[in-house]
């Protein structure tokens, strides 16, 4: 581990080449690349357990698929509500779908879907809310809960900044109907591509299982509908290759997080987004929002960041509903979503990954000053 010039705002664990390879010996020897091979089957096990949930695991080939897949499983075809403050891919894939979007506002401390939003959002054309996790922080699942029970609204989640986070004391895959996760090299636990799915009810499972193999039932007959969302046998190695390491790699973070977190008390309009239960957090983001007190506007902070060697990054900026393809929405008008707008306009994500060396995290918050 040594100090990078620039300092990227992620970085992927890599695993000691060697346990890597011995895997890939074993692929191989058996000659089996991909349709749901043993690795495959194997990682998914260990990813219920490490989870401690009893829903079972659905590895597909990224997380983008997993959400497609996800709500094609549940019928969802309708309306959806969602968070403009998330990835592009939490509002593409509903749409790629053929649902149609309506944004809800965020609430300000975690910058979660908010659900008194939702709830004034629903119509009766509303079938489903698309919930995110936003920087691995728990949405407020119990009020979204409620809401979809009372309304017969399917839940769905964005995991995929969440890998292993826990909420009340059981996993955050728990909650919902459906979760997705992201497993890209970008993320806490990482197959280089990859995500997976959970879901509650059992035939809901077994739809995702077969619609990610073209809906094989066997070798000459179908279920139904499906497409290719495998996740192949090599991408499988790489997560099985992470899984010994992943209590060290959210140490690192959490370690960092703590030097950040320390250090920014002492800077004037600097506030890092709080955690809603920091025991159990991953740590996958590290985001601070500038406020008007801070000398330098998050404008101003972003290109200083950068002219020094320092990739930062603004997520999620701009937010989805300025996108051209959505800023047509009647939905979409940022007067209708100041909390997102707010934040959207004042957050950075600063450098956080396991390899990143203690004077680069020097430099980092030196640059932090004004």
């Excluded at 992470?242 to 997080?257: D, G, T, V």
Aim: with cysteine; glycine share 8%; aromatic share 8%.
């Amino acid at each position: 581990m040594a100090p990078k010039t620039p300092i990227p705002v992620t970085e992927p664990f890599l695993p000691p080449l060697e346990e890597f390879v011995e895997y890939l010996r074993g692929i191989w020897e058996r000659n089996w690349l991909t349709n749901q091979g043993p690795l495959v089957r194997e990682l998914e096990v260990k990813i219920q357990e490490y989870h401690q949930v009893d829903r079972p695991v659905h590895c597909v080939a990224n997380g983008g698929l997993g959400l497609q897949i996800g709500m094609k499983a549940l019928g969802v075809g309708g309306e959806v509500i969602t968070t403009p403050f998330t990835y592009v891919a939490t509002a593409s894939c509903p749409l790629w779908e053929g649902c149609s979007l309506v944004f809800a506002d965020i609430e300000p401390t975690y910058l979660t879907l908010d659900p008194e939003a939702v709830e004034a959002a629903i119509t009766p054309r509303t079938e489903a809310i698309l919930a995110t996790h936003v920087f691995g922080n728990p949405c407020e699942v119990e009020a979204l809960q409620s809401i979809a029970d009372r309304h017969g609204l399917a839940l769905v989640y964005d995991a995929s900044h969440a890998f292993g986070v826990r909420y009340q004391d059981q996993s955050i895959l728990a909650y919902g109907d459906l979760s997705v996760v992201s497993t890209h090299a970008t993320k806490v636990f990482q197959t280089v591509e990859g995500g997976f799915v959970v879901a509650k009810d059992p035939a809901v499972a077994e739809k995702v299982e077969w619609m990610r193999r073209y809906g094989h039932k066997g070798f000459e007959d179908y279920h139904g509908v499906g497409i290719n969302g495998k996740l192949s046998e090599v991408h499988a190695a790489m997560g099985l290759a992470q899984l010994p390491h992943l209590s060290k790699i959210i140490q690192r973070r959490r370690e960092i997080a703590s030097t950040y977190r320390s250090a920014i008390e002492s800077i004037n309009g600097l506030e890092p987004v709080p955690l809603r239960d920091l025991e159990s957090a991953n740590h996958a983001y590290f985001p601070v929002l500038v406020g008007d007190d801070c000398p330098l506007s998050s404008d101003d902070l972003y290109d200083q960041l950068r002219a020094n060697g320092i990739n930062g990054r603004r997520y999620f900026y701009p937010l989805i509903s300025d996108f051209p393809m959505y800023r047509g929405l009647p939905s979409a008008q940022s007067t209708d979503l100041p909390v997102a707008a707010d934040a959207a306009e004042r957050v950075i994500c600063l450098p956080i990954y396991p390899e990143l060396h203690k004077a680069d995290q020097v430099r980092i918050i030196e640059q932090l000053q004004p």
